[in-house]
């Protein structure tokens, strides 16, 4: 009986020693058989994958030792899922990051690696990847440049004489006459995306300071404040008048977008990165951007909002530190970025690169605007920004302005000095 348990235990101890040599033989995520080292590349550009892919493509081709194996997420599961995938640096050789809350608390993390120093940063606009600074280190790089302003159809406008306004009371004659015209005034994603997005916008010119959520986060300015509660005035405005489409905070993205590509909508309350995919759906479809004036004209110091966003990192975490950069360097290519623009419709952040897609002009005309910063991304807690962005969905479902401002206030009070 000891003989044969002593057999069945040599013969299971050289099966194991056996497993062991021929998984290292095969490699893992290091290929170590070729010779070739795996990066992974994590973002939640889903729709760009294919762009990406010829990017990767010609990279891997000019690295033939690296191979950059892309993972994408929705933006929603990227926010809440993306720091933990990140920590053991299993995932995320490159990775993206969303500005504010996201940026912060992964900084926080110290998932970053600085990027101070590599040459390629000067090929960026110095001006917009601030966002992807933290005491003084460019710790990730902003890659794109997006307008967080509602996109409207330009064919409709022209239908009825519109032109974009430039004061509240405009902005809301506008709406009326295309409700008075069986047409929904706004397409808005209430039911995710759509708060987030619009609020940028509907607070820009009524915020006192460009830094009064950061205030708020301090505990030196409240949302019971009069800039926020007049926004939230303003979003039941809306409301009240019927200018959003009906179950409005029952609407997900790609339902209010739909209603926008079929022209029952004239404007949609997201952003410039959807034109590509309008465009796509719809290539009759004729987009401009604009931006409600929540102030009289002479009041307003705004004419849109932008955000550098989709920032570029290196994990910090990452076995193949050297090879995550030489991607990201090669990403960093004003030829490269180029090629990603015109084929995902996404304006970029670098010097030097020339658009050629209609989308793509669309918004450079914006450039030369005063535009805002995202006000949404300037709050750092992703608690907070969760209490803002519900208390204009809980105005929409029924709560006073001042008490869903208060509320959110409540949730603020908490985290201040956390």
């Not at 990017?55 to 809440?80: G, R, W």
């Not at 005035?233 to 905070?249: A, I, R, V």
Request: net charge negative; proline share 4%; hydrophobic share 40%.
């Amino acid at each position: 009986m000891r003989t044969m348990t002593t057999k069945w235990a040599f013969l299971l101890t050289a099966v194991l020693l056996l497993s062991g040599v021929l998984a290292a033989c095969g490699g893992g995520s290091d290929n170590a058989a070729d010779g070739k080292v795996t990066i992974s590349f994590l973002h939640w550009r889903g729709e760009d994958t294919q762009a990406f892919q010829n990017i990767i493509d010609q990279f891997e081709a000019k690295n033939p030792n690296i191979v950059v194996d892309m993972q994408t997420l929705t933006s929603d599961q990227y926010q809440t899922t993306a720091q933990a995938k990140l920590t053991d640096g299993s995932v995320g050789d490159v990775f993206a990051s969303f500005p504010g809350s996201q940026f912060a608390a992964l900084s926080k993390a110290g998932l970053f690696t600085d990027l101070s120093s590599e040459s390629f940063v000067k090929n960026y606009n110095e001006s917009l990847i601030d966002a992807g600074k933290q005491d003084g280190k460019q710790l990730a790089l902003p890659y794109q440049l997006v307008y967080n302003q509602p996109i409207y159809n330009k064919a409709i406008f022209e239908k009825y004489n519109l032109t974009p306004p430039k004061d509240w009371d405009g902005f809301l004659k506008l709406c009326q006459t295309l409700k008075d015209n069986g047409i929904i005034p706004i397409a808005f994603a209430g039911g995710d995306i759509g708060p987030g997005q619009f609020m940028n916008t509907m607070v820009m010119n009524n915020e006192p300071s460009e830094d009064i959520f950061t205030k708020v986060e301090a505990g030196q300015a409240k949302l019971t404040d009069e800039f926020w509660v007049k926004t939230l005035t303003q979003f039941k405005e809306l409301n009240d008048k019927g200018f959003f489409q009906s179950n409005s905070l029952g609407t997900k993205d790609a339902a209010a977008g739909a209603l926008f590509i079929q022209g029952k909508a004239a404007m949609l309350a997201s952003g410039s990165y959807q034109l590509a995919q309008n465009a796509k759906q719809n290539p009759e479809l004729q987009q401009g951007l604009l931006a409600p004036i929540t102030v009289s004209a002479d009041q307003a110091k705004y004419e849109g909002v932008h955000t550098s966003t989709f920032m570029l990192g290196v994990n910090s975490r990452s076995k193949h530190p050297e090879e995550a950069k030489k991607f990201l360097e090669f990403l960093s290519q004003p030829d490269i970025a180029a090629q990603y623009a015109n084929a995902t419709g996404q304006n970029v952040t670098l010097n030097d690169v020339t658009y050629d897609s209609p989308e793509l002009k669309i918004v450079q005309e914006w450039a030369d605007k005063k535009t805002l910063f995202q006000p949404r991304f300037t709050i750092l807690n992703a608690e907070n920004q969760k209490a803002v962005t519900n208390s204009i969905q809980a105005v929409l479902g029924g709560a006073t302005p001042e008490q869903a401002a208060q509320d959110a206030q409540a949730i603020v009070d908490q985290q201040v000095g956390k």
